[in-house]
């Protein structure tokens, strides 16, 4: 009788165990829980940590995450709108708005990344085929569109100023928002959206290597064409400048030997006018310097009689 009691006694504690941890849960600060009856949702979810209660046996507890979840999207091959061939790996930071929707929709996180996969691959492919190489991957460390990209012309040898006018955060945000309204529908909110790492694809890399080193080169021959020319232009003035400055020093140079030789002549007839023999010796002077100009030790002169010079070679004045 005894041991029927004891018996009697564990299965009743069984029993209440079974019933009391079948009414309470608890609900951590990282998680939310949606209740279901039968697989259906009933009530509202359940946000607030602590300890909460439920029909027991009936209702069951599902556990959705509270914190802010990664999407790591596969590296995929697209093509840009210039045709060229990039890998762009994308990544995500997204949350459980409404558990409700949620869990109606998707039911568990694997799903939901299956949905990410969709929808976020999707919008950056089509972000991607609508623009331009240099807009996927250009953007200054502040992430502003940069307007300064420089492209050299086939036609000539000057360099032109490519402007972007999207740039990559645009084209980021644009995916953002774009899939941030789809996955509402979902009870997911999508917090961040960026494109981590953009390359070429593997068996076009070298051609395109080799065409980015040809334009570079072509653009060092427009700036080396362009100097050359400034260095010409420069050494063009300058050499007119020096040939001006030198007619100046020329003219000036003349201009104070012409006014100095009227000084001298000026003097020379105060000093030696007036009287017929002091104009016969500035005559005499005058010839004898003549002289001193005109004639060395090699030079032979054929001269007249009726030369002036040779007046004193002859000894006699007319």
Do not use: C
Not at 126 to 145: C, G, H, L, M, Y
Request: zero cysteines.
């Amino acid at each position: 009788m005894k041991r029927a009691m004891g018996f009697m006694i564990a299965a009743l504690v069984i029993v209440v165990l079974m019933f009391v941890t079948g009414t309470v849960y608890t609900v951590r600060e990282d998680t939310q829980v949606v209740l279901t009856q039968f697989g259906k949702p009933v009530g509202e979810p359940v946000t607030e940590a602590g300890l909460h209660f439920k029909i027991p046996f009936v209702v069951k507890v599902n556990e959705l995450e509270k914190r802010v979840l990664a999407w790591d999207g596969l590296s995929s091959q697209i093509t840009t709108r210039d045709k060229t061939y990039i890998q762009v790996d994308t990544f995500a930071r997204w949350e459980i708005a409404d558990p409700l929707v949620y869990f109606k929709k998707l039911k568990d996180e694997r799903s939901a990344l299956s949905r990410l996969d969709d929808i976020l691959g999707s919008e950056t492919r089509n972000a991607v085929a609508n623009n331009n190489f240099i807009e996927i991957v250009r953007s200054t460390k502040d992430r502003e569109p940069e307007t300064n990209e420089i492209s050299g012309k086939a036609d000539s040898n000057e360099v032109a100023f490519k402007p972007i006018s999207i740039g990559r955060r645009a084209i980021e945000e644009k995916v953002f928002q774009t899939a941030k309204s789809k996955l509402k529908d979902l009870g997911i909110n999508l917090l961040d959206l960026r494109f981590k790492r953009i390359n070429y694809n593997s068996q076009v890399a070298p051609d395109i290597y080799q065409r980015m080193i040809s334009e570079r080169q072509q653009i060092a021959e427009g700036f080396r064409s362009e100097g050359a020319g400034e260095a010409a232009r420069i050494l063009g003035t300058m050499e007119r400048e020096v040939k001006k400055i030198e007619s100046e020093s020329y003219r000036q140079v003349q201009s104070i030997l012409g006014e100095a030789d009227a000084e001298s002549t000026r003097i020379y007839a105060e000093a030696y006018g007036g009287t017929p023999e002091r104009e016969s010796f500035y005559e005499f002077v005058k010839t004898l310097e003549a002289y001193d100009e005109i004639l060395d030790e090699n030079t032979t002169v054929i001269l007249s009689t009726e030369s002036e010079l040779f007046k004193l070679l002859n000894g006699k004045e007319k």
